[in-house]
Nanobody, 121 residues
Framework: QVQLVESGGGSVQAGGSLRLSCAAS????????MGWFRQAPGKEREFVAA????????YYADSVKGRFTISRNNAEKTVYLQMNSLKPEDTGIYYC??????????????WGQGTQVTVSS
């Protein structure tokens, strides 16, 4: 059974940083592309970042480019999202997902339960 478990969320002030982790089990992690999405209250879930299985390519939403960094450790079966210079509009539930680098949710086959990020002004 595939499990993706996010952690590292919390409450920070604008300008602060958080590092999210997503620990995977039940899948051959090293061959899976991985992505991060987020969902703000009252809004649709949106793409944030993705990384290829080989760690050679990364992709970002325009809204987070230059502030967020996605990375992975295949030995630890974990994908990370380093978030710097956080803004109130970054507030939402952050989800990791396995299976693609697409910006479309439908391309991903497995999802975590999410971790809350709240950025106050």
């Amino acid at each position: 059974q595939v499990q993706l478990v996010e952690s590292g969320g919390g409450s920070v002030q604008a300008g602060g940083s958080l590092r999210l982790s997503c620990a995977a089990s039940g899948l051959m992690f090293s061959v899976y592309h991985m992505g991060w999405f987020r969902q703000a209250p009252g809004k649709e879930r949106e793409f944030v970042a993705a990384i290829t299985w080989s760690d050679r390519s990364t992709y970002y939403a325009d809204s987070v480019k230059g502030r967020f960094t996605i990375s992975r450790n295949n030995a630890e079966k974990t994908v990370y999202l380093q978030m710097n210079s956080l803004k109130p509009e970054d507030t939402g539930i952050y989800y990791c997902a396995a299976g693609s680098t697409s910006t479309s949710m439908s391309a991903y086959g497995n999802w975590g339960q999410g971790t809350q990020v709240t950025v106050s002004s």
